[in-house]
């Protein structure tokens, strides 16, 4: 009895359109608990009719619980009320889950309403990508660009379903459009290198230094030219050919001859934005057509510039005038003179500083080496005063003092150390080579121990052994036999005379003591003179005798 009460009270609230009541009393307790989807459906419709979408959106939550037939009917239903933005928000992703059709359709609503595309980027970003496919949002969204309806909001919006479809070049270059930061480690992480293609305006406007260290790492895929018509081509407020500058300048000091083509607009480049930096890049670049580069120089009266333009055009004489009438610098004058090499152009110095005074001084302290300075003053005119003559001429003749004293020093150095050479070359050129084998080398080591007091008697001479037999067909100058024949040791001469060791020990000894020179000799073989035993040896009056040549008179002792 008590039952039917309540719910006979919760009818009667609704018949007079008392729904929140009849709500409040469902949730109290009173009644059965199924009346509550019946309260919830009936409130919903009242607000429905009411056009109160907002506040029944609010309460959907509270009405359909856990119910996923319950949400996705009102889903459908709010959608054909054009009213689904209202409730995105409230729509559950888990617990319950909803059909995929239901986020999809609910994504699309927001999308083809400009108010609001804020809130399809915030929902794209809060919604798990597993719940629904992007394509059908994506297919929706593209028709709009470039269209007046397409927002920012909504290009990010496109741009994060891209990622989440892998369609990552065609959200680079909305990240791009849209000048946001992670474009760059969007690029990276996604190696999109080829994809800055297209868009180097936006990338230079977001930010230029990292852009232009991002192009240059790159220039094999996107060149200097093609960047430079972007950059040309484009249709911005700010001054974009700045930017080009700062790129050309980055790329020129990575690589000279990256982007060669584009030298003749450097210089201009140079010249508008950087003059200091124009002088340094003449002097690198080969690519630029000097006619041009002179014209601009000239009509930014760019003086130093001009100098060398015209000294790499052959204009000498041009280039002249303008340091000594324009700069009013003898001393550069004098130094673009000497790297000239050119007479000439001496004699012209000299004639466009007659009519200076001082520059005629200047000119005399600085051509000591260069110039003959008595030259300069002979075509100094009779009357002409020049400042502080006496003491530059005094300095002159000071400075060629020592210039001489230091030329003359030089010289005598360098004749002792070509003396000290040759006397060293003649004592290397007498001495002789000993050529073993393994056996005799064997038999010099002990002979050298056996008679080390012998030795000391016979003649002096360097030795190297070679491990290996002499080949060949040299011959011995005394017995003319090939060297192959006999298994001897050989002494060869700086002269290009050899000898079988024995037929050289032969003709300097008697038959008698033959024996005894050899052992004895053969131990002095084994050790190399140094060159204090060269000094002694070279005395003449020691009665060691020293190993020479037979047929030669060049290597005697």
Not at 240 to 254: A, G, I, M, Q
Not at 335 to 346: A, G, I
Not at 486 to 497: K, L, M
Request: glycine share 4%; charged share 25%.
């Amino acid at each position: 009895m008590v039952v039917r009460d309540a719910e006979d009270h919760i009818s009667w609230l609704l018949e007079h359109g008392w729904h929140e009541k009849a709500l409040a009393a469902v949730e109290a307790g009173q009644g059965r608990s199924e009346l509550l989807d019946e309260v919830g459906s009936r409130y919903l419709d009242h607000l429905i009719v009411e056009k109160k979408y907002s506040e029944a959106a609010s309460l959907c939550p509270k009405l359909l619980r856990g119910s996923a037939m319950a949400w996705e009917r009102w889903v459908f239903h709010f959608a054909h009320l054009r009213q689904l933005p209202v409730l995105v928000p409230y729509i559950p992703t888990e617990n319950p889950r909803l059909r995929d059709t239901a986020y999809e359709i609910a994504l699309v609503a927001l999308a083809t309403n400009p108010s609001f595309h804020k809130g399809l980027l915030l929902t794209v970003k809060s919604w798990p990508s597993s719940i629904y496919s992007s394509l059908p949002v994506i297919s929706v969204i593209e028709p709009q660009l470039n269209t007046s309806s397409m927002t920012d909001a909504l290009k990010e919006a496109l741009a994060e379903l891209y990622v989440l479809d892998g369609q990552y070049e065609k959200a680079f270059s909305l990240y791009a459009d849209l000048m946001k930061p992670n474009a760059f480690d969007f690029v990276e992480k996604y190696n999109l290198h080829e994809a800055i293609r297209e868009k180097v305006v936006q990338l230079i406007m977001l930010d230029c230094k990292r852009t232009v260290t991002l192009l240059i790492q790159n220039k094999d895929l996107i060149s200097p030219a093609e960047v430079a018509s972007q950059i040309l081509a484009a249709k911005n407020k700010c001054d974009l050919r700045f930017f080009l500058h700062l790129y050309l300048h980055s790329l020129f000091e990575v690589n000279q001859h990256a982007g060669k083509d584009l030298h003749d607009m450097q210089v201009e480049l140079y010249a508008d934005y950087d003059p200091k930096m124009l002088l340094p890049f003449l002097r690198g670049s080969q690519h630029y057509t000097l006619e041009k580069a002179y014209s601009i120089c000239v009509k930014r009266d760019l003086l130093r510039e001009q100098v060398f333009i015209l000294g790499r055009m052959g204009n000498s004489k041009k280039a002249l005038a303008v340091i000594i009438n324009k700069l009013g610098d003898i001393e550069e004058a004098v130094e673009f003179v000497n790297m000239q090499h050119d007479d000439e152009l001496w004699e012209e110095l000299i004639k466009q500083c007659l009519n200076k005074p001082e520059m005629v001084g200047v000119l005399l302290e600085h051509t000591v080496g260069n110039l003959d300075p008595l030259h300069i003053v002979n075509m100094v005119p009779n009357g002409l005063e020049i400042p502080r003559l006496r003491d530059r001429l005094v300095k002159i003749i000071t400075d060629y003092r020592t210039e001489t004293s230091l030329r003359h020093g030089c010289n005598d150095i360098l004749k002792a150390d070509c003396m000290n050479l040759l006397v060293k070359y003649f004592k290397e050129a007498r001495r002789g080579i000993c050529l073993s084998n393994e056996e005799d080398g064997a038999q010099l080591q002990r002979y050298s121990s056996r008679d080390s007091q012998a030795s000391e008697r016979m003649p002096l001479t360097k030795t190297t052994e070679v491990k290996s037999k002499i080949r060949g067909e040299t011959r011995c100058c005394m017995c003319f036999d090939p060297f192959s024949i006999q298994n001897v040791s050989v002494i060869a001469f700086f002269c290009c005379h050899a000898y079988h060791m024995d037929c050289l020990v032969d003709s300097m000894h008697t038959f008698s003591v033959q024996k005894e020179a050899a052992a004895t000799f053969a131990g002095q073989l084994s050790e190399y003179v140094d060159e204090e035993d060269d000094d002694d040896n070279d005395d003449p009056h020691s009665s060691v005798p020293r190993l020479r040549c037979i047929l030669c008179t060049t290597a005697a002792g």
